[in-house]
């Protein structure tokens, strides 16, 4: 292996403290901790001078940001396009021939693909077209149901050409939970492929598409023939890709845009089994994509970027699509399974296309470490210079191992923290400042104020557990609004502090420094494998099982994983437990949401803790579970049912 530059070095005084190296320092857009201090001076002229930077406007603002809380507004007037930012103002320059999309699939051979931005370019101008025939225009919404494969960004970039909002749905989410967000999106049209490649086989969609689409107002289906297996068209309904897209034109005008015009709309897990569509706007999600992605990552043109997220999510929306290709970066798309044909497949990736900037998750790192160093040892991991991870929050062992293993002691590990919500990273060390320190994400962005609460509202000093929050003026890229649901918006994020002050539903400790420790989610979301789900929709998908009448879930932790969903179940009088009715409630789980959501085990009791007014007590469930002290049980309308639960528990861990 070739000696690589060290970019961070370890504090000789604090041990496990990190720096960045001259090198380090000498190349990154930012080194200077000044900045904080300038941008929180004032925002509003902060941000300003980053969008008119980082992005092309058609016209310029007449007014930077406004606020009537909980609503806000960035870059009032401005007018602009997020797929001219990803793609026409690139191909202008020499960035035309640049590659934008090197695209794995899982089996290697003749599949391989790369996009230039050029080609990137003349087909989402095709795709736009076809969209427009099809009578899709600005403000409607196009659902995209697909796996990792270059056309997805096609689509996106497409929709955000024409003004459509494009709904992304996880290709692995299940009939039912696609069904659900075509309901509420209500699309004309749905994109999809025939199927994917998942560990070797070929695995179908189109029937989970035909499921979902009937009885919604889907008028036309479009379909990528990815696997080529035989599946059944439906005549008027059903149309594939390839055929109009050869008959498409080369160009279409992008649609102007207001900053505060509608992008995109990605469905997460709030508090209630109803899971809700975030809405994001165009002019401060793109700003904030675009600087995020340059400045957190340390970004130059020559960097090969790999973000592992599927686009279904929204570290794919903004790390796998809008952020890389608004700073024209050559980025890595892989389809397939991270341990397919093995455990060493990212690795073999990172040495093929020499990979300089990695983005994954805690989870992949936990697998990864438990499979073992020797497969990450077989390849050249040189090229490698910064690594992030995302979606939970990272345990010492496994930033150690990521930094030891995979980044051969050099790399500093930006530890990314944000949310559906925030629509780009709000907290990370950047690397040419840090310090890079495990398990402490560092500070937030320049010009994003965020702080750490106690119950009452009042901020806490350094080193004390509270709730993080974000205050006035709110980032460019939060979220302005849930789909068809303004009161859920401000019951979710403006009510526990009032209207002026967003609450981020985790709870964190500042240090001295500024520098945030995320310690989790303080409501009913779940992280499973970094993947968010609420225990209601869990519970939602158990109780639709007619021997059901109850359900609890709670998470337990998982080595791997980081959370998985438990669940207990309170059968119909009459009903024996068994486990054939556990197995049932699982497949009713994959069924209804998908597998990523699947309880690790099923608990049958007689009854569970309420309280008065009935609601479930999942606090008690958690700590019965993990050994906990039970705590205050004086709200407990049936305190029976915790000796009860004691009872059957004992029994369980005898089995
Ligand atoms: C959690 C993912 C600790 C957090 C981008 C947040 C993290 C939720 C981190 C949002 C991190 C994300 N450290 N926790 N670096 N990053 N989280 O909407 O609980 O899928 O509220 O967005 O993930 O998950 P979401």
Redesign the pocket.
């Known amino acids: 292996m070739k000696k690589a530059t060290k970019w961070v070095i370890e504090d000789a005084e604090h041990k496990g403290i990190y720096w960045p190296s001259a090198e380090l320092k000498n190349k990154a857009w930012v080194s200077d901790t000044a900045i904080y201090a300038q941008a929180d001076k004032d925002p509003p002229a902060f941000w300003a001078k980053l969008a008119g930077e980082g992005i092309d406007w058609y016209r310029k603002w007449r007014k930077v940001y406004e606020e009537k809380p909980p609503h806000f507004k960035w870059f009032i007037g401005g007018k602009l396009n997020a797929s001219y930012n990803c793609l026409d103002r690139h191909i202008n320059t020499w960035r035309r021939n640049k590659a934008a999309i090197i695209w794995e699939p899982e089996t290697t051979g003749a599949r391989n693909r790369v996009l230039t931005y050029y080609d990137l370019y003349l087909q989402v101008n095709k795709f736009a077209n076809v969209l427009k025939s099809l009578g899709v225009g600005k403000g409607d919404r196009v659902v995209i149901y697909l796996p990792m494969i270059p056309e997805v960004n096609i689509v996106m970039l497409a929709c955000t050409r024409i003004g459509a909002i494009h709904s992304v749905v996880f290709s692995a989410f299940s009939h039912q939970a696609l069904n659900d967000r075509i309901k509420s999106a209500e699309p004309k049209i749905i994109v999809t492929a025939d199927g994917y490649y998942r560990d070797g086989q070929p695995v179908n969609l189109k029937p989970n598409v035909d499921e979902a689409v009937a009885g919604t107002n889907i008028s036309q289906a479009i379909i990528i023939k990815e696997t080529g297996k035989a599946i059944k068209m439906i005549k008027g309904r059903d149309l594939w890709w390839h055929e109009l897209m050869a008959q498409a034109d080369n160009y279409c005008e992008p649609e102007v845009m207001d900053s505060e015009d509608q992008m995109f709309i990605l469905y ?1 897990s709030g508090t209630t089994g109803k899971p809700k569509g975030v809405i994001h706007t165009t002019g401060g999600y793109m700003t904030q994509a675009y600087w995020t992605t340059k400045w957190d990552f340390d970004l130059h043109d020559e960097d090969v970027f790999w973000c592992t997220a599927d686009i279904g ?3 794919g929306h903004t790390y796998n699509c809008y952020g890389p290709l608004a700073c024209g970066a050559t980025m890595v798309m892989y389809e397939g399974a991270p341990d397919y044909p093995q455990p060493d497949r990212w690795w073999q990736i990172v040495a093929k296309y020499g990979v300089t900037i990695l983005y994954t998750a805690p989870t992949a790192i936990r697998m990864f470490k438990q499979y073992g160093d020797e497969w990450p040892a077989k390849h050249d991991l040189s090229t490698l210079r910064i690594l992030g ?6 345990d010492r062992a496994a930033w150690m191992w990521f930094f030891e293993h995979i980044g051969g002691s050099r790399c500093p590990i930006i ?7 925030t629509g780009g990273i709000l ?1 990370n060390a950047l690397p040419g400042i840090g310090p890079h320190i495990p398990t402490v ?1 560092g500070r937030s962005f320049p010009g994003i104020r965020l702080e750490v609460f106690d119950e009452a509202g009042k901020p806490l000093p350094p080193g004390e557990n509270g709730y993080l929050v974000g205050k006035s003026p709110f980032a460019p890229g939060l979220l302005r609004g849930i789909h068809h649901d303004p009161k859920r918006y401000r019951e979710q994020y403006f009510v526990q502090y009032g209207n002026d002050i967003y609450f ?3 709870g964190a400790i500042k240090d001295e420094m500024g520098n945030f420790r ?1 310690t ?2 303080v409501d009913d ?1 779940i ?1 499973v494998a ?3 789900l609420t225990t209601a929709e869990v519970e939602n998908a158990i109780t639709s099982h007619p021997s059901v009448t109850e359900s609890a879930v709670v998470p337990i932790p998982d080595d791997i994983k980081g959370q998985v969903p438990l669940a207990f179940a309170k059968l119909k009088a009459g009903v024996q437990p068994s486990r054939k009715l556990a197995a049932e409630i699982i497949e009713r789980v994959d069924k209804t949401i998908g597998p990523t959501c699947r309880p690790a085990r099923v608990l049958f009791v007689s009854d569970l803790p309420k309280t008065r007014s009935g609601k479930t007590l999942r606090r008690v469930l958690k700590n019965l579970i993990s050994n906990q002290p039970i705590g205050n049980i004086t709200t407990i309308a049936n305190p029976q049912s915790i000796e009860e639960l004691k009872k059957s528990l004992a029994s369980e861990a005898n089995k």
């Not at 530890?415 to 919500?421: A, G, I, L, N, P």
């Open positions: 997460t999510w929204i570290t991870t995302v979606g939970e929050p990272i530890d990314t923290w944000w949310q559906t919500e907290i994400a981020t539903n985790d995320l989790g989610r979301v992280k970094g993947h968010r």
